[in-house]
Structures are given as C-alpha cells and as structure tokens.
C-alpha cells in the first residue's frame, strides 16, 4: 500500500510528502531504470528549462509551486482516488509472459477494458459527476449533464449518471456504432443523433447547453476527468512499485496528462511515454506548436484516440511531466490486438492497444534502452465492433504473414490450377479464397491469372512457398 498522504496547510497534498512514504516492493519485481534523463527530445527538454531556473537552495519547493499551478494537481487526484474507489472497478496489473518475451522486457498490462462499461473512462465520468454534486448540490440533479461521444464516454457517463441519479444527454455523430447507441439507450440517458462527426455533435450539444442549462462535460479535456483518468497512475505504483516506464495511449491527451502526473509525482524515476496513431497525431503536433493546434485526420484502426486537437487543460499538464510521445502505424495496431487476442485471449480496441503497438519489434519504442525493464501498458478500452475486430485480425495476420495473397499465372488447359493448388498443398498452405481471371491477361490466349489467399505459419513459412513457386516457373505478383 501507499504511505498515507500528507495535506499541506492549503489543502493541498504534498508531492515531496507523497514521494518520501516507503512504498512496498512488489514480488514480482526484476529491476529498476537508470535515473539519468538524457534529455533528447522535446519534452525532456522543455521540463530542464522549466526547472533549471530553479537552482537556489529553494528549488524543489518552486518546482513544486509551478506544478501547483497547473490545471490539475496531484491532490485533485488524490481526492478522485477516494470519490470513485466505490464506484469503479480497481484493474489489478498483470504480467504477461508471452508479450515478456516478445518484446524483450517485463510486460504489465492494466486491464482497464474491464470496467463495467468498457473502458477507463468510467473513472473521469464518475469524478466529474461527484464534483458536480459537491459543488452544487442535490438540485443539480434537476439541471443534468451533456455531453459529445461517439463511444465510451457517453458510455460511462451514461452509466454513471444513472448510479448517482442525475439526468445526462448524450448527442452521438452519425457515425458511432449502434451497439454504443443502444448500451446508452439501456443506461436511461437521452440520445440526440447530430452531426456527421464528433465536432459537427459538440457544436449542437453546446448549443443545447446554453438553451437548457444542462453543464457541459469535455471527456478529455475538464479538470475532474483529466483528475479521475489520473488515478490510474496511483494504482500502477501501487501493483507494480518497481515500474521503469509507462506506456500510455494518447488521444484527446486527458489520460496521459492525469496518468503522468501521478507517476511522475510518486515515482519522478520512471518514464512516462505517450503513443498516438500516425494518422491523428494531434498532441505531437501540439508539441511542435507550444499550444493545441488542429490536426488533420484520417480514419484509423485507434478510432478512440482520433481526437483532431487536443484539450488546453490536458496539454498544459501533460506536457510538464510526459517524457515523449511517439506514434503507431495501423500495421502495428492490428497486430498488437492480434497478440492481445491470442496471447492473453483479451480483446482491445484499437485505441486500447497502441500502447502496446509501439513497444513490438519495429515500433517506435522497440529500443534498447527498455529491455528488460519493467513496463506498464494501460489497455484502455474494449468496445469494439464484432465486424470491426474480424478486420483487425485479418490485417494483424497479413502484417504476420499468416495471411498472404498472390497472383499467379498458369496454364488455362485443365490440370493447370490443379497442378498449383498441389504445389500449395505440398508446402502446407491452406487455401481461404481463390479466384482466376482471364480478361486481363494480355499475354498468351491459353494462360489464365489466379489470385490466392492463403494461410500459413509465419514469414518463414511465407518465403518458403514463394521459393517454391518461383521454382516451379509460375510468374508472380506476391
């Protein structure tokens, strides 16, 4: 457990108090990082210069004011620790030894997909709600929330509006999954269907706000959600004290902000990095800028982190402790839910996993440095579309080489296709779709293309067949 916290005469919680309690060693745990901070990218950089000009004997107590000046503190999630620990579910971390092994360090995995509706944003919802409550009290239960989400957070907020009794109205874009609509419907919010993406159903949901006096919550941007996505941070300490690194998803950057401040504040050792999908990089793109700036999107497999700009209060925090972020190609996505799936039976959204994405051989953060380093990898959600999950998988088998396609060219005279389907037969590859066509092929009159997908074990398995027909004389287009 964690040394009982000390509250200043401000009532604030001490981060100096919170980091000198003895903390307990985990079992579990096999080594610890190197303190040395190299300060070779962009944050680390940033942070020295905001705290070199401290260097008088005083200046842990100005590095400490600066922080107290954030948007979000430790203390804010402190309290959110003990408001929501009733009404959350508390993720236990996991050691994975097949993804151990795979990417060469000791892999924890925070299984937030488990919470009752499917993702950790359960924890800012029921925070924001509580603060509500606090502040103004059992008459702003007549007034409700609103809120814009394609997904989880109007899952969660749903959810817990429902528990705690206040009334939440949820506007959805045009393109968020029924299922999600539905599971709202069940948890008695009031769905409006606007816009044909997420901004177009922020405008009217604001425009709501204004006419009928409900209070707006942002999923990754307020204060009382950054604080309660934070808590997160507090739990990894807890289950993991040896942790050397956190690898965290980045979307709307509400998680990463709350989850670094929390490590950074009990454990300032241990790197804090952020991952986004290439094709939102929304918060690296802040970085660049100094300030949140609209970022051009594209759809990807991480729909959950596909936030164009990121919040103002989230960045102004998470870039004071993040380390660096990195992004995640959709290759690398799909295999890491395949490797979720397979290796831990878990299934993950594509957003949930891209922690993971990048710490896979080739990615961003596949480095030498986090060998054999204990690493927590918060999966943060699990709602994702049946359909959607049968595609991810085929990609994840294709970026394998588990699931290979060809064309080759053969003889149009019977016995031709026959003869090719033996030679697969012969180097073990199963045969899932095969099609041959003959309008296209402008060369001999009595050769015909045939397009085959197949199954097979690997890159090994896949270099061998492809020697194999090459070989056996067929043209290929592998």
Known sequence: MLA????????????????????????????????????????????????SKFNSPSAPDAVEKVRDELPVTFADISRANVAIRNGVVRTVCEKSVFLSEIVGANIWLKPEFRQFTGSFKERGARNAILSLLRTHGPDFKKRGVIAASAGN????????????????????????????????????????????????????????????GNVYI????????????????????????????VVVPVGGAGLIAGVSCAIKTLKPECKVYGVEPEFCASFTAALKAGKPVPTETTPTLADGLAVPIVGAHAFLVARHYVDECVTTTEKEISLAVLRLLENEKMVVEGGGASGLAALLPGGKLDRPELKGKNIVVPLCGGNIDTTVLGRVLDRGLAAD??????????????????????????????????????????????????????????????????????????????
Not at 405 to 416: C, I, L
């Open 218 to 245: 942002n999923g990754y941007d307020d204060p009382p959600i950054v604080a309660g996505a934070g808590t997160m941070g507090i739990e990894i300490i807890e289950d993991v004290p040896c942790v050397d690194a």
């Open 401 to 478: 080489e588990r699931l290979v396609n060809f064309v080759a060219t053969v003889s149009d005279r019977p016995g031709g296709i026959a003869r090719l389907t033996a030679l697969l037969a012969e180097q073990g590859a199963s045969i899932k779709d095969i099609y041959h066509e003959r309008a296209w092929l402008h060369s001999s009159v009595d050769q015909v293309q045939v397009k085959c997908v197949v199954e097979l074990q690997g890159r090994e398995h896949a270099a061998r067949l492809k020697k194999a027909l090459l070989d056996n004389k067929y043209p290929l287009m592998w």
């Open 4 to 51: 009982v916290f000390v509250a200043s005469s401000s009532g604030r919680l001490s981060a100096q108090a919170a980091r000198s309690g003895a903390v307990s060693r985990g079992r579990y745990c096999l080594s610890s990082v190197a303190k040395n901070d190299k300060a070779t990218n962009p944050l680390s950089r940033r942070r020295t210069q905001e705290e």
């Open 153 to 212: 957070h109007a899952l969660a907020l749903a959810y817990h509006g429902r528990e705690l009794g206040v009334p939440v109205t949820v506007v959805m874009p045009t393109i968020a999954p029924l299922a999600k609509v539905d599971k709202c419907r069940k948890f008695n919010a009031k769905i409006i269907i606007y816009g044909a993406h997420i901004g177009e159903a922020k405008e009217h949901a604001e425009s709501i706000m204004l006419t009928e």
